[in-house]
């Protein structure tokens, strides 16, 4: 699939500190290659895989060696200790890939596993990780579920992106930078 709907989107997406009842990872990814047009393609977490276990597999598909990607991921949820590995993995075997990592939330932040994979992700030289700002959020909303439909910000965005980030920071020791 390549777009998502307006409620989907709000709901999965929206920044709560205490995310009730989102369950499911949501991926929206942009993969250019050799700086040329972009492929939209968004996930979800399915049987038997996670949101970003399905992507990299497809990715792998795609991949060609002679050819140099960049990959975007806007994701509902932080990546978890199952997924991380595999993606540090997946960037081990393609060394023409670099990874933008955009989350709207940090996913069981307080568990050592979890805060782990988030610094070996955000030490990688080729992943980039941050948390959404309201700039990502409407440049997401804008590709993946349509610029006529009109992102409307909820609540606290611009608090929770900022308590999230300030967690994020601390958990990786580091300002959040962007692989490309």
Not at 18 to 34: E, H, M
Not at 86 to 103: D, P
Not at 146 to 161: H, K, M, R, V, Y
Not at 166 to 171: H, T
Request: hydrophobic residues 40%.
């Amino acid at each position: 699939m390549n777009a998502i709907s307006k409620d989907v989107f709000t709901f999965q997406f929206e920044n709560l500190q205490l995310a009730t009842g989102r369950n499911d990872t949501w991926l929206c990814q942009i993969r250019s290659v050799n700086g040329g047009e972009a492929a939209l393609q968004v996930f979800k977490n399915e049987e038997p895989g996670h949101a970003e276990e399905i992507c990299l597999r497809g990715n792998e598909a795609a991949i060609k060696k002679a050819d140099q990607y960049e990959i975007t991921w806007y994701l509902s949820w932080s990546p978890c200790e199952r997924c991380v590995p595999q993606i540090i993995k997946f960037l081990g075997k393609h060394t023409n890939v670099k990874l933008n990592i955009f989350v709207s939330r940090l996913f069981h932040h307080q568990s050592s596993p979890h805060r782990e994979g988030l610094r070996a992700l955000s030490q990688h030289e080729r992943i980039g990780l941050k948390v959404m700002t309201l700039t990502d959020f409407q440049d997401c909303f804008d590709r993946f579920v349509g610029e006529g439909n009109g992102f409307q910000s909820w609540g606290d965005l611009a608090g929770n992106s900022a308590r999230y980030a300030a967690i994020l920071k601390e958990i990786t020791g580091a300002d959040p930078r962007l692989a490309f």
